[in-house]
């Protein structure tokens, strides 16, 4: 078997364990108590809590939309000049 295929397999079958690990534990609700520790906001571990997959993604998507935001207007107000 040729290498270059073999390491392409290997990291499907890998992405397929931890995709289906993943999701196992935000159904059984396990994700919020460890998502809390990173200090993701609360509507983010409340989904994870509930195990709603879908209520999760938009809480996710909602929160690095926020920091995303919050992090080019601080680039764009360092990037200003002081012309006082």
């Not at 931890?18 to 509507?43: A, H, K, M, R």
């Not at 926020?66 to 360092?78: A, F, G, H, P, V």
């Amino acid at each position: 078997m040729h290498l270059g295929l073999f390491n392409k397999q290997k990291k499907i079958f890998l992405f397929f364990i931890f995709s289906f690990s993943f999701s196992t534990v935000l159904q059984s609700g396990e994700l919020g108590p460890v998502l809390v520790q990173f200090n993701f906001p609360e509507d983010v571990t409340k989904a994870a809590n509930q195990g709603d997959l879908q209520a999760f993604a938009q809480a996710l998507e909602k929160y690095y939309k926020t920091s995303n935001d919050k992090i080019n207007e601080k680039k764009s107000s360092d990037n200003t000049m002081d012309t006082s």
